[in-house]
């Protein structure tokens, strides 16, 4: 026996829902895009200079592992510039580097506040990130750049915070020069 009209209606905060998402992609299709709405200026890359310390890890803070020493890192950071945003890439100069890390953040003026977005993880990578955070309570972290620009060079802090804006380590100097001309 078929159903009755009536017993296939949607209830009506179902029908409102299915409108209110419908309008809502619509409208975000038929906007322009950030790239319509600010106005993209020149890449620029830069060299920057700044202390690092690998993170000590579990053992190290149990008193079961020595610190990790400092070393002098470089590495080249490549950016797009808007008049509000810096969207790009930082890669370490150094001979055991991974690949470009995507970077994204905030313009005022000539300071930037940048941020190192994580890698796409692994299987395992979320499988240890699991463990690091449930387990050990190791929130994950993530590097922030707070940088001051001018015509050749570049200044300001390197630090390292975890998700809840934590300060992980102190802030470390970081300094460079530009790489190439602003085309």
Sequence with gaps: ??????????????????LMLFLTATTALSQPGPASVTP?????SW??????????????????????????????????????SVAGTIVSLAADAGPPRVIRGTVRGNAWSLRVEPPAPTMWDAVMAWLRENIHGI???QVAYD??????????????????????SKPSSVTGKVEAPAR
Excluded at 40 to 44: I, L, S, V
């Design 40 to 44: 993209k200026k020149a890449t620029q």
């Design 147 to 168: 940088l001051v620009v001018d015509d050749a060079a570049i200044r300001g802090t390197r630090t390292v915070i975890d998700v809840a804006g934590k300060v992980v």
């Design 47 to 84: 060299i920057i200079e700044y202390p690092h310390a690998p993170a000590p890890g579990l053992h190290a803070s149990l008193g079961l592992a020595s610190e990790p020493a400092v070393t002098m890192d470089r590495a080249r950071l490549t950016v797009d510039v808007s008049t509000d």
């Design 1 to 18: 026996m078929p159903l009755a009209p009536e017993t296939m209606r949607m209830p009506a905060a179902t029908r409102l829902a299915a």
């Design 139 to 141: 929130l994950p972290t």
